[in-house]
T-cell receptor
Framework: EPEVTQTPSHQVTQMGQEVILRCVPISNHLYFYWYRQILGQKVEFLVSFYNNEISEKSEIFDDQFSVERPDGSNFTLKIRSTKLEDSAMYFC??????????FGPGTRLTVT | KQEVTQIPAALSVPEGENLVLNCSFTDSAIYNLQWFRQDPGKGLTSLLLIQSSQREQTSGRLNASLDKSSGRSTLYIAASQPGDSATYLCAVQIKAAGNKLTFGGGTRVLVKP
């Protein structure tokens, strides 16, 4: 079965640094998402992306965050100036339409 | 605002016993509901998806039911095995909020050999 892949699996960065998390969604999917899970907490929606633009974003997704689909296969999440509270597992997901969302294995971001 | 709750937060059963995991949601105008499995430190594996028009879905030992009017879903796992030990999450997609999923806090399951 096709899979969503994410790189890196673990990223350690210093507070204030920029990070880019990368995702390769399933090839025929049209909708892309980022979620995050702070340790011990619920999985939270960050942003959804369709037709090369953001279709919905949560209140968490402030000006420090941005997403991009730089080519036909990658989908990236950029955090411009990381904070300690950005430490979390970040999941990318994709779907064909309003259907099952397939999740990647996640990137663990540690901000020190 | 949609709220999703899973009770209990943790469950421990002997091998072979059937598992019953509960999920409740506050807004019944859902598009679908998905059940996921999450192993420690790992990603989310989709188990079952139930469309709002469906009452249940089955896959192997897994059966999920949906009662939209009462805002409830139940995941049944028959004849549990130690390999079923994981956290099980439910998530709903509502019509008014685009495609985003709203997750419950999960039920952590331990199946003892």
């Amino acid at each position: 079965e096709p899979e969503v892949t994410q790189t890196p699996s673990h990223q350690v960065t210093q507070m204030g640094q920029e990070v880019i998390l990368r995702c390769v969604p399933i090839s025929n999917h049209l909708y892309f998402y980022w979620y995050r899970q702070i340790l011990g907490q619920k999985v939270e929606f960050l942003v959804s992306f369709y037709n090369n633009e953001i279709s919905e974003k949560s209140e968490i997704f402030d000006d420090q965050f941005s997403v991009e689909r730089p080519d036909g296969s990658n989908f990236t999440l950029k955090i411009r100036s990381t904070k300690l509270e950005d430490s979390a597992m970040y999941f990318c997901a994709s779907s064909e339409a309003l259907t099952k969302q397939y999740f990647g294995p996640g990137t663990r971001l540690t901000v020190t | 605002k949609q709220e999703v709750t899973q009770i209990p937060a943790a469950l421990s059963v002997p091998e072979g016993e059937n598992l019953v995991l509960n999920c409740s949601f506050t807004d019944s105008a859902i598009y679908n509901l998905q059940w996921f499995r999450q192993d420690p430190g790992k990603g989310l594996t989709s188990l079952l998806l139930i469309q709002s028009s469906q009452r249940e879905q089955t896959s192997g030992r897994l059966n999920a039911s949906l009662d939209k009017s009462s805002g409830r879903s139940t995941l049944y796992i028959a004849a549990s095995q130690p390999g079923d030990s994981a956290t099980y999450l439910c998530a709903v997609q509502i019509k008014a909020a685009g495609n985003k999923l709203t997750f419950g806090g999960g039920t952590r399951v331990l199946v003892k050999p």
